[in-house]
């Protein structure tokens, strides 16, 4: 019986000693490098180059587009009337968003950095910088590498959510 407690006492405390060892200053230094993922407007990001490499070996599938609703705002090089009042006319619709590379359903997931109302501040900032347009499981391996290998924040724009992000 002694025994059996012995055992049960030294396994209890595997996680104690698991959780304080993980908050030692050289293991959390340690996951602070795994975790914060590089901006565009840090130095570590990856050079015109590199994201051109990856374009290459995607034969092309690597895009950078513009806000959805940029085109309604004079800022931007897109900017175009017609274009904008399709845009609003479609701003509603699911498939729209859908259909757009960089778009996503509700824009408070975006915090509407970018809305089709040029009195409203538009940025790119809350919109991924590129998109991989990918088509098989060969592009996306690429694109999962690059990511990790550069520290790249990766997302994955797909059917089968729901609209708390699940």
Known sequence: MKTQLKGSCL???????????SLSPLSFGY????TCKTTPKELTWPSLYQWASLNQSLSGRLLHPLPPAS??????????ND????IIDQWDNFTFHQNNPVSVAWNNMNNDSCLPDASAPCT??????????A??????????????ENSVRLNVKGSGHDYLRR
Do not use: M
Request: neutral net charge; glycine residues 4%.
């Open 11 to 21: 396994f209890s405390l595997f996680p104690t000693l698991f959780i304080i060892s």
């Open 31 to 34: 996951a602070q490098n795994l």
């Open 71 to 80: 085109a309604c705002h004079p800022s931007f090089p897109n900017f175009n």
């Open 83 to 86: 274009t904008c009042a399709e």
């Open 124 to 133: 790119g900032l809350g919109y991924a910088a590129y998109v991989v347009n």
């Open 135 to 148: 088509s098989s499981a060969n592009d996306i391996k690429l694109a999962v590498n690059f990511a990790r």
